[in-house]
């Protein structure tokens, strides 16, 4: 992943192809007119992440946005076919996106790493494989890993296999492991305390409605924001329901960019300008030489070109040097 200067946003592929290579084609395209930094996919065959075993242990969901499918059957319906992912990569290079990758097993690594897959991704119900994670770290690539489904111990472990590996270009996500998730269930005050607690990079995979949590979370710190892009979300398919179209993707973009530039860095430089409009000691009644100076010839006003108004105390009582005109900013060469 690229030094992170600004917020490095992520258009998430997964499932929104519908199986369909053209509309992948176009995922892509949408998420370079709406301004992402990458498009990720997903590299996984249903054997990679379940069983075709129809028992209590894979049994259909029984509620939410994938009722009635079991896990075989969603991975199936869900899943990026390989022969698409140079393809996709190609296209999205040429756009001048980065293009990787979820893997979920060793096959999916060393084809991501065939293809030059320049970051590898864990998902949140990934990150307790620890042997997954050492080896997607021993490939050298930047690691970006969700943490929904983990707890501060998981998420340790994980940050360790990968520097075990001798990888410490590293970036957690706050997470939230529902689909969609509830807005109030974000916690992104998790943020600041993950990059203080781990010292990596830090960002957000979204899974909320809306733009609120990505740019809430930008305002926090977040480095990273990933969230899922879809061409239409009436077209359906297992994640369009938390995904943003085109023209929601690219607004979000627009506010997290405005974000990322008013956190901007600490700064309690004064400019000039500033200091110029500012309070100061002005002659407000004209004073003649020898004359004191007093509450009634001398005030606190803007701008800011005379003495700072801490000094009163001291001016006042003492005899002006010279003749001062209403209006004249005071300094010490007219006190004596």
Known sequence: MKEVDSVYIIAEMSGNHLNDFDNAVQIVEAASQAGADAIKLQTYTPESLSLDVKNQYFRPKQDGIWEGLRPYELYEKASTPYKWQPKLKERAEEL???????????????FMDEMGMPIYKI???????????????????????????????????????????????????????????????????????????????VGLSDHTLGTTVPVAATALGAQVIEKHLTLDRSLGGPDADFS?????????VDSVREASKAVGKIDY????????????????????????????????????????????????????????????????????
């Not at 001048?96 to 893997?103: K, N, Y």
């Not at 997607?136 to 998981?154: E, H, Q, V």
């Not at 943003?244 to 993707?249: G, K």
Request: aromatic share 6%.
């Open 244 to 252: 943003l179209e085109p023209d929601e993707f690219e607004a979000m």
């Open 96 to 110: 001048g996106l980065d293009c990787f990758s979820s893997p979920f097993d060793r096959q999916a690594i060393d």
């Open 269 to 336: 430089s004064l400019s000039e300008n500033d200091a110029n409009r500012r309070r100061s000691l002005f002659v407000v009644e004209d004073v003649r030489e020898g004359e004191r100076f007093t509450e009634e010839n001398v005030r606190s006003i803007r701008p800011g070109h005379g003495l700072a108004p801490k000094h009163l105390d001291t001016v006042l009582g003492r005899t002006a040097a010279e003749d001062l005109s209403k209006g004249t900013p005071l300094s010490w060469v007219s006190v004596l």
């Open 123 to 201: 998902a949140s119900l990934e990150i307790n494989d620890l042997p997954l994670i050492r080896y997607a770290a021993s490939k050298g690539k930047p690691m970006i890993m969700s943490t929904g489904a983990a707890n501060l111990g998981d998420i340790e472990r994980a940050v360790n296999a990968c520097r075990d590996e001798g990888n410490d270009d590293i970036a957690l996500l706050k997470c939230t492991s529902e689909y969609p998730a509830p807005i109030e269930k974000a916690n992104l005050q998790t943020i600041p305390h993950m990059q203080e607690t781990f010292d990596v990079k």
